[in-house]
C-alpha cells in the first residue's frame, strides 16, 4: 500500500529490506520528504525500501496516517509487510532517528542506524525514554553532533546519543558536525552506509 505518508519500492532481487523514517523537515539538514530516497535508489538500487513520513509530526506516536493509528497498529503494519526479509535495517534523522530505533526495537530488526536522533522525549501526552526498548540483538549505530548547544537546540543535543551509550550493541560516534546533506555531498554518508550494506 502506498499513499503519501508509505512508500513501498519493490525490486525483488535482494532479501535485504530497507526501512527510513522521515524526520520532521525542521532544518536539520535533512534530504526529502521520503529521506534517503535518492540517496538510497542511487547507491542500492537492487534492495527493496521501505519510506515512512510522520504527518502527525509527533515522533509516530500518533501511528501512520490513512494506515495505522498507534505504536502497535504501526508494528503490525510493518511486520505484515516485511515478515518475509533475511535482513531488515532502519534508518532515520531526528524524528525519524527516534522511530528507527523505536520501531527497529520492537521488530528486533538487525541494524538501526540513526542521525541526531532524539532518545528521550517529555511531551503533555506521552514521556518516553528509549533506554527502555533497545533489545540486546540489534545493532544500534548512532551518530550525533557536537557542535549543537543543549540550551539552544535540546532536541538534538549530543545528550540524546550518549542516553543510549553502554551495551555492546550500541555503538555512538560523536562528530564535530552531522548535518546530513554535507555528509551526502563530501561522500561520508556513503562510506557510512557501506559499512552496514557493502556494495557489490
Not at 21 to 33: D, I
Not at 87 to 110: E, P, Q, T
Not at 167 to 195: A, H, M, Q, W
Request: hydrophobic content about 35%; aromatic content about 10%; some cysteine.
Amino acid at each position: 500500500m502506498n499513499n503519501q505518508s508509505e512508500l513501498f519500492l519493490k525490486k525483488g532481487i535482494s532479501n535485504t529490506l530497507i526501512i527510513s523514517f522521515g524526520g520532521s523537515q525542521s532544518g536539520l539538514g535533512t534530504l526529502a520528504m521520503f529521506e534517503f530516497k535518492n540517496f538510497l535508489e542511487k547507491n542500492y538500487p537492487s534492495l527493496d525500501k521501505l519510506f515512512y513520513i510522520d504527518d502527525h509530526q509527533d515522533w509516530y506516536q500518533q501511528g501512520i496516517k490513512g494506515i495505522t493509528k498507534s505504536i502497535d497498529e504501526t508494528v503490525k503494519h510493518i511486520q505484515h509487510l516485511t515478515h518475509k526479509y533475511d535482513k531488515i535495517i532502519c534508518i532515520g534523522s531526528s524524528s525519524g532517528g527516534y522511530a528507527a530505533i523505536l520501531f527497529g526495537s520492537l521488530l528486533n530488526v538487525d541494524t538501526v542506524l540513526t542521525f541526531n536522533a532524539q532518545t528521550y522525549l517529555d511531551r503533555p501526552h506521552f514521556s518516553t525514554n528509549l533506554r527502555l526498548v533497545v533489545n540486546e540483538s540489534t545493532k544500534y549505530i548512532l551518530y550525533g553532533d557536537l557542535s549543537i548547544k543543549k540550551s539552544v537546540d535540546h532536541l538534538h543535543h549530543i545528550s540524546h546519543c550518549e542516553n543510549l551509550e553502554g551495551p555492546p550493541n550500541v555503538t555512538v560516534y560523536k562528530k564535530d558536525t552531522c548535518n546530513l546533506k554535507e555528509l551526502r555531498d563530501s561522500g561520508e554518508l556513503l562510506e557510512i552506509f557501506k559499512t552496514i550494506l557493502p556494495i557489490h
